[in-house]
């Protein structure tokens, strides 16, 4: 039986990422291109948000009232079905999409596949307040996103928390969905957990939105800390802090870090390998890779229990799981500094070991794999 033919669609620049979805998307390309020779990507499809959707949408939101959600209006919709069908030039090839919204209103003729991180309607609770929209735009592209993914042939979700979401929101049994797993976007370059001799009193915050990611919160837990533990840094990446935060006690903002690049790849290690702990209290989040990407390094995570995080932490033996608060922070982290050096090497080689036996991208190598080929058919 020939192998089956595959064109990759993204709407993002998948050969330059710009964080772990595009990351993601990416490395899902370069696994399924690896085992069907001649895969055909095409990128980049990202049509312009019309400007009257947009401003419309904000009025009636800063006015109070049910708006539409203009990045999928239904023109813009059918504006990425013109671009897709203008692409497509092999009509017996299966298409692989990364992500499902934006391709809504095109119609495949034959079989597909879809990934994701979590469905539209979990996608809006999490990073909106739904309240500011319409229920009937929301319950049109929910509706059409259940049929979507009906009718895929797979559907992979990056955590089983994700697919359990989307059955529960559109009332699908999950037949045709796979949890591919998550895996970190970077380089190898994971190193054994030995000794404590590089672990400094430092803790370490990433986020490409402070607030959202719970930078307030973390900010004012960890001065409460500094008050009888002085000794103790907070290093903050990505996105810069509001002022009050930059002159808290001991913080220090070290900017962006292009993990992309090789000199990005190895000052982000060594500051994993450095740190006592990475410290995220999202808002806003489906499954971040940082905390999978510090536990390679042995370094262990203080998070919350938004999303699919507690499928990436074992709450006090790689890490914490706390309540959403800057008092549940403070307490997290003062349970890590009042532990003895065993017990910290212990947590740390515990990070690494799960996350490199349960996120590894040969895992999900396998799952993707076996899914397109003819022989899971």
């Not at 709407?11 to 085992?35: E, F, M, Q, S």
């Not at 895969?39 to 939101?61: A, E, Q, T």
């Not at 070290?254 to 740190?275: P, T």
Request: aromatic share 10%; hydrophobic share 35%.
């Amino acid at each position: 039986m020939p192998s089956p033919r595959f064109i990759f669609i993204s709407n993002t620049d998948l050969r330059h990422p710009k964080g772990g979805w595009d990351g993601y998307g990416g490395k899902i390309h370069d696994i399924v291109h690896a085992h069907f020779p001649g895969v055909r990507l095409i990128d980049k499809l990202n049509p312009p948000m019309g400007r009257w959707p947009r401003i419309r949408s904000k009025v009636f939101r800063m006015a109070g009232l049910p708006a539409n959600f203009p990045s999928y209006a239904a023109p813009r919709l059918d504006a990425f079905a013109k671009l897709v069908k203008d692409r497509l030039d092999d009509p017996e090839a299966e298409i692989v999409f990364h992500g499902a919204t934006p391709w809504l209103h095109y119609q495949p003729m034959g079989r597909y596949h879809a990934i994701l991180d979590c469905c539209f309607k979990t996608y809006i609770k999490v990073y909106h307040d739904v309240r500011q929209y319409s229920e009937k735009d929301i319950a049109r592209i929910s509706g059409l996103e259940r049929q979507f993914l009906e009718r895929a042939s797979t559907v992979f979700f990056t955590t089983q928390w994700g697919i359990d979401e989307a059955c529960r929101e559109y009332g699908l049994s999950g037949r045709n969905m796979v949890c591919s797993g998550l895996f970190s976007t970077m380089k190898e370059g994971s190193i054994p957990v030995e000794h404590l001799a590089g672990v400094k009193d430092q803790f370490l915050m990433i986020a490409s939105d402070f607030l959202g990611k719970g930078g307030a919160e973390i900010c004012h837990g960890f001065q409460k800390l500094v008050k009888t533990h002085d000794r103790y840094r907070l290093l903050i990446i990505g996105d810069r802090p509001q002022g009050e935060f930059l002159q808290g006690r001991n913080v220090e903002y070290l900017g962006y870090i292009d993990k992309s690049s090789n000199e990005g790849h190895e000052r982000l290690n060594a500051l994993y390998r450095e740190s006592k702990a990475i410290l995220y209290l999202t808002k806003k989040d489906i499954a971040p890779l940082v905390i999978i990407e510090g536990a390679l390094q042995g370094c262990p995570s203080i998070s919350n229990r938004t999303g699919g995080i507690p499928d990436t932490i074992e709450d006090g033996v790689t890490g914490f799981l706390i309540e959403n608060s800057q008092d549940a922070m403070y307490e997290g982290m003062m349970n890590l500094v009042s532990l003895k050096d065993e017990a910290v090497l212990s947590m740390r080689r515990n990070a690494q070991a799960f996350a490199s036996g349960k996120f590894s991208m040969e895992q999900t190598s396998s799952k993707v794999i076996r899914a397109l080929s003819q022989d899971g058919r």
